[in-house]
């Protein structure tokens, strides 16, 4: 076995050449790609990042501002409703008040025409009991006039006592 | 998924054709496919061997399509198991024979090191070499003036320089020819040498001009613990490993750019295509790794962080695509080494009062106590994170890696290198099995492995940062 332990193992020697090499190489492509790709790929990355959290956050944003316009609009839709049921309310209050009054108003009227009618009508009748106390008078005058002409002889004492007589007709 | 287990079973079941085809040939004559002396295998003579276990009327009855079939999962990209046919056996000019039993242990570390060609089953392609010896300079050139074969062995020399296992060597007497110098073929090979400490130590010997040359090995900083050392060459080449991370690097950047553009682009859009897939991963490392650790000095760390968890994520999933090399570049303590140094740079660097205060001088402890115990006990925890780090990754990406070497190799232990075709059958099917689901745990490990490092560096630059909080 001995043989195989000392063949040409040459992997655990370190070589100068491959030493050399692996060194350029690799600190050519560490800061090679630092410059141009590994910075520019974190950086992008992290301006993604924080694209997409601005964007979701928008989002959120958006979704809440909606919910608050929702809200808003709602309660406008409950004020308008509720000033509509007062409006509504207010109309048919005024409605009954107009009703009111001008049933009042008519009755007023009504009652105040009835009362010139009446008062018209007892004026007429006033007259007319007047014009007719005025016609029996005469008619009475006339009669008795004619009864005293043939029954007394002066006109004087005629007429005073007719006149006594009317008065105590008035009386009635 | 179902594609993928489909095409792993054709190509095991071409591997066992392909062996049982196999039977009884020398390894030379797998060579073929990819060579182009190919052409004609009846009239072929190779100079100074003896093949007369040769058999090449087989190799009209099958085609190239079963050469492909070489490649074993990730690892086993040439035929071993061919070797071993006894009296096919080659032996150059000087007294060496050319092969060794087939070993799996071996087989797997040599798939698993790093390597100065890429090998993809049987082609391999040249790479770049930048090699340095101190008095000689640098020598730079391409690998494919190795021509390497099958076993990464180079039948040329160049400039002293050879190719042995994949690796270049170099042959450090001046005696020795500079220029390419054609060597033919098995004229590199591997002894095994007793060392002053009664043990045996792998050495690469060349043959030219019938005499034998040992060749160094690279230069190594494991001091000679792990059979290293300095040595008179110095390799800087683009390896194998250097190779699969430019390409994870180029890649990952063309990837993380583009979605960087991407997001520029589609500022406040939602992500499509690749960001989709990509930016979970980005994000779970951002917000489960980097903030809870970091609290609000994340942002400082978060590149470095990213780099260390997608760079070796990158690389553990590379080097298990199959049938691309299977590179072990994770695997390899070089590299782990690297990523823990700068984690251990990185958290020291940035330590404030508080956690040096905690380190050196703990309060609220006895000071005998401190003098003796805690603080250096500290101290040396300081050196131990990274440490565990650089081995926590290596051997988890390696075991993985050699398990699946060595589940393929055994398909060659029980077949017996091609002498006993039917149990290599059975154990192709059981291998198959078995590395099918060693390769899904690797995944499994590829990600929990780049988030474990990625998650302790965190840690610890997360203690280093933390503020007082009294």
């Known amino acids: ?172 | 998924m179902r594609k993928y287990i489909l095409s792993l079973c054709c190509i095991f079941c071409l591997s066992v054709f392909a062996l049982a085809q196999h039977d009884g040939h020398n390894h030379d004559g797998h060579n073929h496919a990819k060579k182009t002396q190919a052409t004609d295998h009846q009239g072929h003579n190779h100079d100074g061997h003896d093949h007369a276990g040769h058999n090449h009327g087989n190799h009209e009855g099958h085609d190239h399509g079963s050469h492909a079939g070489h490649n074993h999962g990730n690892h086993a990209g040439h035929d071993h198991g061919a070797h071993s046919n006894g009296e096919g056996h080659a032996t150059n000019a000087c007294g060496h024979g050319g092969h060794h039993e087939f070993n799996p242990g071996e087989a797997a570390f040599h798939h698993i090191s790093d390597q100065n060609i890429y090998s993809i089953g049987p082609f391999s392609f040249p790479l770049p070499c930048f090699l340095y010896a101190s008095g000689k300079g640098w020598d730079v050139f391409s690998s494919g003036r190795f021509d390497a074969d099958s076993h990464g062995n180079g039948e040329k020399a160049y400039n002293q320089y050879i190719l042995c296992e994949g690796s270049a060597r170099r042959v450090q007497d001046a005696s020795f020819p500079t220029g390419e110098i054609d060597l033919g073929h098995h004229a590199v090979y591997t002894k095994k040498l007793p060392t002053d400490k009664g043990k045996t130590k792998e050495y690469a010997f060349v043959c030219y001009n019938g005499k034998e040359w040992q060749a160094d090995s690279k230069s190594t900083a494991d001091a000679g613990m792990f059979g290293g050392g300095i040595t008179s060459f110095y390799d800087f080449s683009i390896t194998k490993n250097v190779l699969t991370m430019m390409l994870v690097f180029l890649f990952l950047a063309w990837v993380f750019i583009s979605m960087a553009k991407s997001y520029k682009k589609r500022r406040g859009m939602a992500p499509t295509g690749i960001t989709n897939f990509i930016e979970p991963i980005f994000i779970f490392i951002q917000d489960e790794v980097a903030k809870p650790f970091l609290g609000h000095k994340w942002q400082k760390y978060l590149p470095f962080l990213q780099s260390i968890f997608f760079f070796i994520l990158g690389l553990n999933l590379f080097g298990q695509i199959p049938f691309f090399g299977g590179s072990n570049v994770t695997g390899n303590l070089s590299f782990t080494l690297v990523l823990a140094i700068l984690a251990f740079l990185v958290t020291n660097l940035s330590g404030n009062k508080h956690y040096w205060g905690h380190t050196l001088w703990m309060p609220g402890v006895p000071p005998l106590l401190k003098i003796l115990v805690i603080t250096p006990v500290e101290i040396l925890g300081l050196f131990i994170k990274p440490i565990t780090l650089t081995l926590r990754l290596f051997a988890n990406i390696t075991a993985g890696h050699m398990v699946i070497a060595i589940f393929v190799g055994l398909i060659f232990v029980f077949g017996q290198s091609g002498a006993n075709p039917g149990a290599a059958y059975g154990t192709a099917v059981g291998s198959t099995i078995l590395t099918m689901f060693m390769m899904a745990i690797e995944l499994l490990v590829a990600f929990i492995q780049a988030f474990v490092f990625t998650i302790l560096t965190a840690s610890y630059i997360g203690a280093a940062v933390e503020e007082a909080h009294h």
């Open chain 1, 1 to 172: 076995m001995n043989y195989i332990l000392l063949a040409d193992f040459s992997v655990i020697r370190p070589d100068f050449g491959l030493f050399f090499w692996t060194s350029v190489i690799f600190i050519l492509f560490w800061l090679l790609m630092a410059k141009f790709a590994f910075k520019p790929i974190a950086d992008a990355l992290l301006e993604r990042q924080s694209d997409i959290q601005d964007s979701l956050d928008e989002a959120k944003k958006a979704r809440e501002d909606m919910a608050n316009l929702k809200a808003e609009n709602q309660e406008l839709l409950r004020q308008a409703q509720e000033e509509r049921v007062a409006i509504l309310k207010e109309a048919k209050e005024a409605k009954d008040a107009i009703i009111n009054e001008a049933k009042t108003t008519a009755k007023t009227e009504a009652s105040k025409i009835v009362a010139n009618a009446k008062e018209q009508i007892n004026n007429q009748r006033m007259a007319a009991v007047v014009d007719m106390k005025n016609q029996a008078g005469k008619m009475a005058i006339d009669i008795a006039e004619k009864m005293l002409k043939s029954e007394l002889a002066g006109e004087a004492a005629s007429e005073s006592f007719v006149q006594k007589l009317i008065s105590e007709a008035k009386l009635n």
